[in-house]
């Protein structure tokens, strides 16, 4: 009896596809990258966060035409392996490889997360192929290749809009970048930044906005560092 939950991937350009066997296991890494600061006198130098590093997802799908026979003009796996190749080959128009959505189920790691954490909350693995290995293991008696194990690396894609939005940093005493949505107002990006609309000004001096009122979408904003010691 096939699995209930499927292994489902969806690529730019391609027609989606359901793996026959879903795999056994999937192994996710995520790393995070951090600066030293030493100061003289100090047990252990002190930890300071750059940035997070591209998850990685790894994988092990196996394809398997015997079903259909084994013998003179049995039909050959690649017709199904070849999907999963072809997410490692370069689309034409846009000169790369397709972004690649996997889907599992509704408990796809990452899906429970919480409290301030929660907009970073995810159904899916979106990245773009880093590595794929193909290893044929069985052959009908004219050498058509049967069965097929395709080991896959995804490299995590996001966007700059999407982790800007997901990440919702509103540290006062840090300068942020923002992008400018359709509808926006510095208000409400000082409001959303610093929960205080009425500063608004500080990011039109900092960005040297002569016209408020007319803030061209997709412009990049310097949100400040605020005094929070003065009063609202």
Not at 58 to 81: C, H, I, K, M, W
Not at 147 to 159: G, Q
């Amino acid at each position: 009896m096939p699995p209930v939950t499927m292994l489902t991937f969806e690529a730019e350009g391609l027609p989606s596809f359901v793996v026959p066997y879903n795999p056994s296991e999937l192994s996710f890494e995520k790393t995070m990258k951090f600066a030293e600061i030493a100061i003289p006198g100090l047990d252990a130098p002190l930890q300071q966060f750059v940035r997070g590093e591209a998850e990685k997802l790894t994988l092990e799908l196996l394809f398997d035409s015997t079903e259909t026979g084994t013998g003179l003009g049995a039909t050959s796996v690649t017709e199904q392996s070849d999907k999963a190749f072809s997410l490692a080959r370069i689309n034409p128009s846009t000169h790369a490889p397709p972004v690649v959505t996997v889907g599992w189920n509704h408990h796809f790691p990452g899906d429970s997360l919480v409290g301030p954490l929660g907009a970073q909350r995810r159904n899916t693995f979106v990245g773009v192929v880093e590595s794929i290995r193909q290893k044929f293991t069985l052959f009908s008696p004219e050498g058509i290749p049967l069965r097929a194990t395709v080991n896959l690396t995804l490299r995590e894609y996001r966007k700059l809009d999407a982790q800007l939005s997901e990440l919702n940093l509103m540290s006062p005493d840090r300068t942020h970048s923002h992008t400018i949505r359709g509808g926006e107002t510095l208000s409400a990006i000082a409001g959303k930044q610093w929960n205080r609309p009425g500063d608004w000004r500080n990011i039109a001096d900092e960005n040297e906005v002569e016209d408020p009122r007319r803030l061209r979408v997709g412009t990049f904003l310097r949100v400040p560092v605020l005094d929070t010691r003065r009063p609202r």
